[in-house]
């Protein structure tokens, strides 16, 4: 069995020191760190069988395709998904969601249809909405957060209706760590006949995963907040439902038979993967979801559960710090503001006591307008962070709020 002190000597990047201090990476929510078995596999691919996919017949094509594929049934299976044909790699759970929002553009939305989404989501599962909406005259509707930083039932229990086509929502929230009630809006979309994209972005490693237990009709992620590299990413999604997705983007790799004047596309997955894929970045990826694997979900949900709620309770023993919301559940991370500091400042001081920390609107900022807030720090945990850099990083907090104090004193 690992222990996080045990785990580290996987990520070598944690052993640095920065402005003189041990580094102490608490920023994974928006970048987790690759450990060794993933940079080895990005690395020997390139060092031996670096080729284009697909397409060639000689042996480092044939390898390449061989590795990327194995790639793709890894995250079938870490998915639950019933075939590897419901897995498109993309760029990001960016790119994934303006594949879904762009396609249904292309003929499955059109003037009086409606899509729901939230007001806690990042901004990539908000915008490509916007676009989708403005081109084809649908209407989207956004379902607000309460002060607790949950999303109001009663109002998405309102919002939805026959009109509604899709209901767009974050898994997890990226500013507050909202857990959200998925099987609840699932049924409710379903029973008006809405397909659900669910945002997996901040709960891949908290697993909320089993595509056959939660019957969402797309799931997405990024590989960077699951220990692979950037660059890399997958689309979720029922075959069925998948099936009727036209493509979005045309080109080499997605086609059956080519003509002047017109093209007929192959097919899943291959149909909505248009172009040379991310080959070396898949196989991290496929590393990365091997890795997480054979750590086992539950121990990493219970390590990250454990450091987070740590960081929860010293957080709240300080009367000068205001946390943004107070869910049922919450995962991943917590974001926070010292009373009176610009997050900025707050985040820059810690960095200067070797504490990585994200600042800002965290590309949610519906959210933070509706908290009243312009921008927070966030802390957000790894199975590789310890205790101890928790605490450490609240020895930092502290130094900095007696900082604070001391000027606004002056
Ligand atoms: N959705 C959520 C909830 C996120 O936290 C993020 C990244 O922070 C994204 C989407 C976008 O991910 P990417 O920039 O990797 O496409």
């Given at each position: 069995?690992?222990?996080p ?14 402005n ?7 920023d ?21 069988d ?40 993309t760029?990001g ?11 249904m ?120 907040k699951?220990?692979?590299?950037t ?9 069925e ?34 172009g040379t894929?991310n ?37 709240r ?45 965290h ?48």
């Amino acid at each position: 069995m690992w222990t996080p002190e045990t785990i580290r000597n996987d990520f070598p990047i944690l052993d640095q020191t920065v402005n003189g201090r041990q580094l102490i990476y608490l920023d994974n929510a928006a970048t987790t760190q690759m450990p060794a078995p993933v940079l080895e596999a990005m690395t020997s691919y390139m060092l031996h069988d670096h080729s284009n996919v697909h397409r060639g017949i000689h042996a480092l094509s044939e390898r390449a395709t061989g590795l990327m594929e194995k790639s793709r049934e890894y995250v079938y299976s870490f998915l639950g998904a019933k075939g590897t044909e419901e897995i498109i790699f993309t760029s990001g759970a960016t790119a994934a969601i303006n594949l879904v929002a762009r396609s249904m553009s292309f003929g499955l939305l059109e003037a009086g249809d409606e899509i729901i989404t939230t007001e806690m989501e990042h901004h990539a599962n908000l915008i490509p909405w916007q676009e989708a909406c403005r081109r084809t005259g649908a209407v989207l509707h956004v379902v607000p957060v309460t002060k607790e930083g949950e999303l109001d039932y009663g109002k998405l229990e309102a919002l939805i209706s026959r009109r509604t086509k899709l209901v767009a929502v974050t898994a997890v929230s990226n500013v507050t760590g909202t857990v959200n009630e998925l099987d609840r809006i699932i049924r409710l979309a379903h029973d008006a006949g809405a397909w659900v994209l669910v945002d997996g972005s901040q709960a891949v490693r908290h697993g909320m995963l089993d595509m056959s237990a939660m019957d969402c009709d797309f799931f997405c992620f990024s590989g960077h907040k699951m220990m692979g590299p950037t660059g890399t990413g997958v689309l979720y999604g029922k075959r069925e439902v998948l099936e009727q997705l036209p493509p979005e983007t045309f080109g080499g790799g997605m086609v059956d038979q080519v003509f002047t004047d017109h093209a007929t596309y192959g097919d899943l997955p291959f149909r909505l993967e248009a172009g040379t894929p991310n080959i070396m970045g898949i196989i991290g990826l496929g590393a990365a979801v091997k890795y997480l694997t054979d750590l086992g979900r539950d121990e990493i949900v219970n390590t990250e559960d454990r450091l987070l709620s740590l960081a929860e309770k010293e957080l709240r023993a300080r009367p000068q710090i205001d946390i943004l919301g107070s869910p049922v559940k919450r995962a991943g991370c917590i974001s926070f503001n010292i009373k009176g500091c610009h997050c900025y400042d707050t985040a820059k001081l810690l960095d200067q006591l070797g504490v990585a920390m994200r600042s800002g609107h965290h590309c949610a900022e519906p959210l933070l307008t509706a908290f009243g807030e312009t921008g927070a720090v966030r802390l957000s945990p790894a199975f590789y962070n310890t205790e101890d850099e928790i605490l450490e990083a609240m020895k930092a907090l502290d130094r900095v709020i007696r900082l604070i104090e001391r000027t606004v004193r002056k």
